[in-house]
């Protein structure tokens, strides 16, 4: 269990933030300026805030009241940064042992070769830094912090200096970190796929307050806008691979409905958890025919919220979970769309990105 409540003073923001966390991934999620890198340094114990109380497990890090402050290298906590700042005179194994060097004594501290085998670095281990990609430094960046014994790995946007192609290649294995590792993550991001793939718990901020706070499907299935803008809004849907067809769909059931998709590379049976953006989704009143798109999900109006501008967010009751779909006030006026009016949501196959779809949280 992770407990904070913070107040700080940073220019013009007024940090003033409280949470508490189970175990798994729990995500800072908001825009750049919102307090979340000021959170998990006052965590790490790179910044000292005016008041505050942090609790790890029941150790206490921080009470500013009673006077208690840990140093950084004694709260226990492995830091996985932006740019992985990896020593480049170090070879991948030294900078691995560096991390293990701050293993307590008697610490059941990940094994090295386990740390290699899951995060599959074993080829990298005689290079340098200078020598490694964006995604192979953030992997090698993770294994120092596992290898240190940690009782939280704080993550600060890891994937921010990454392009799609080496987000797509991490994102692997911070989902087998959660679902592996028995270490709690603080993860920051900005990104709604993100959270959509690895959060088990979601702090919402905005202008240095928690705005919203719970699990990734309640988060974002709520149709109130984002703190990052009406264009991230997208609901998460839980779902199990049903099985994959020789034209190159993978089929998936949700709640007794198909939800067809490109193939996916997960074996049939896999659980997975996919989001799917408000802006791809098509309302009907009836049920369409004659549509070149594949998924077709009945549902009943749960809110209709309408946005500063011309467009509004329609919540769906679905038996495959909670949908959003983004369209403008007049078509819902149009439709007539109101709590528990039926509808139908039109959803096609190609919308779903392949970065918004991932590996189902296990219990914690």
């Given at each position: 269990?992770?407990?904070?409540?913070?107040?700080?003073?940073?220019?013009?923001?007024?940090?003033?933030?409280?949470?508490?966390?189970?175990?798994?991934?729990?995500?800072?999620?908001?825009?750049?300026?919102?307090?979340?890198?000021?959170?998990?340094?006052?965590?790490?114990?790179?910044?000292?805030?005016?008041?505050?109380?942090?609790?790890?497990?029941?150790r206490?890090?921080?009470?500013?009241?009673?006077?208690?402050?840990?140093?950084?290298?004694?709260?226990?906590?492995?830091?996985?940064?932006?740019?992985?700042?990896?020593?480049?005179?170090?070879?991948?194994?030294?900078?691995?042992?560096?991390?293990?060097?701050?293993?307590?004594?008697?610490?059941?501290?990940?094994?090295?070769?386990?740390?290699?085998?899951?995060?599959?670095?074993?080829?990298l281990l005689?290079?340098?830094?200078?020598?490694l990609?964006?995604?192979?430094?953030?992997?090698?960046?993770?294994?120092?912090?596992?290898?240190?014994?940690?009782?939280?790995?704080?993550?600060?946007?890891?994937?921010?200096?990454?392009?799609?192609?080496?987000?797509?290649?991490?994102?692997?294995?911070?989902?087998?970190?959660?679902?592996?590792?028995?270490?709690?993550?603080?993860?920051?991001?900005?990104?709604?796929?993100?959270?959509?793939r690895?959060?088990?718990?979601?702090?919402?901020?905005?202008?240095?307050?928690?705005?919203?706070?719970?699990?990734?499907?309640?988060?974002?299935?709520?149709?109130?806008?984002?703190?990052?803008?009406?264009?991230?809004?997208g609901?998460?849907?839980?779902?199990?691979?049903?099985?994959?067809?020789?034209?190159?769909?993978?089929?998936?059931?949700?709640?007794?409905?198909?939800?067809?998709?490109?193939?996916?590379?997960?074996?049939?049976?896999?659980?997975v958890?996919?989001?799917?953006?408000?802006?791809?989704?098509?309302?009907?009143?009836?049920?369409?025919?004659?549509?070149?798109?594949?998924?077709?999900?009945?549902?009943?109006?749960?809110?209709?919220?309408?946005?500063?501008?011309?467009?509004?967010?329609?919540?769906?009751?679905?038996?495959?979970?909670?949908?959003?779909?983004?369209?403008?006030?007049?078509?819902?006026?149009?439709?007539?769309?109101?709590?528990?009016?039926?509808?139908?949501?039109?959803?096609?196959?190609?919308?779903?990105?392949?970065?918004?779809?991932?590996?189902?949280?296990?219990?914690?």
């Open positions: 269990m992770l407990e904070v409540a913070l107040q700080h003073r940073l220019g013009d923001l007024a940090l003033d933030v409280t949470f508490r966390a189970p175990a798994g991934v729990t995500v800072l999620f908001g825009r750049s300026g919102s307090g979340k890198t000021s959170v998990i340094n006052a965590v790490a114990g790179l910044l000292r805030p005016d008041r505050g109380r942090i609790v790890v497990d029941h206490v890090l921080l009470d500013t009241g009673a006077g208690v402050s840990l140093p950084p290298w004694r709260r226990r906590l492995g830091y996985v940064f932006q740019d992985g700042r990896l020593f480049p005179h170090l070879s991948v194994r030294q900078n691995l042992a560096y991390g293990a060097r701050f293993a307590p004594g008697g610490a059941a501290g990940a094994e090295l070769d386990q740390v290699v085998e899951m995060l599959g670095i074993g080829p005689g290079r340098r830094p200078g020598a990609s964006g995604g192979e430094k953030q992997r090698v960046a993770i294994g120092r912090a596992l290898l240190s014994a940690p009782d939280m790995i704080l993550a600060d946007e890891p994937l921010a200096a990454l392009d799609a192609a080496r987000k797509d290649e991490i994102l692997p294995y911070f989902e087998r970190l959660r679902d592996v590792v028995s270490v709690p993550i603080l993860y920051v991001s900005h990104s709604a796929s993100e959270v959509a690895l959060a088990t718990t979601v702090v919402a901020l905005e202008a240095g307050r928690v705005v919203r706070q719970g699990t990734a499907e309640v988060v974002l299935g709520d149709p109130a806008p984002l703190p990052t803008g009406p264009r991230e809004a609901a998460v849907l839980s779902a199990r691979v049903h099985r994959h067809h020789d034209d190159g769909l993978t089929e998936l059931e949700a709640g007794g409905e198909a939800l067809f998709l490109p193939r996916l590379p997960q074996a049939p049976g896999s659980r958890r996919l989001r799917i953006a408000a802006h791809d989704v098509i309302l009907s009143r009836g049920r369409p025919e004659g549509l070149s798109a594949l998924n077709i999900l009945p549902g009943r109006v749960h809110e209709v919220h309408p946005g500063a501008g011309p467009g509004a967010i329609v919540a769906l009751d679905t038996p495959a979970g909670r949908v959003l779909a983004r369209i403008t006030g007049r078509s819902a006026a149009a439709l007539g769309l109101a709590p528990g009016v039926t509808v139908h949501a039109v959803i096609k196959s190609v919308a779903v990105a392949r970065s918004d779809i991932g590996g189902e949280p296990l219990s914690v």
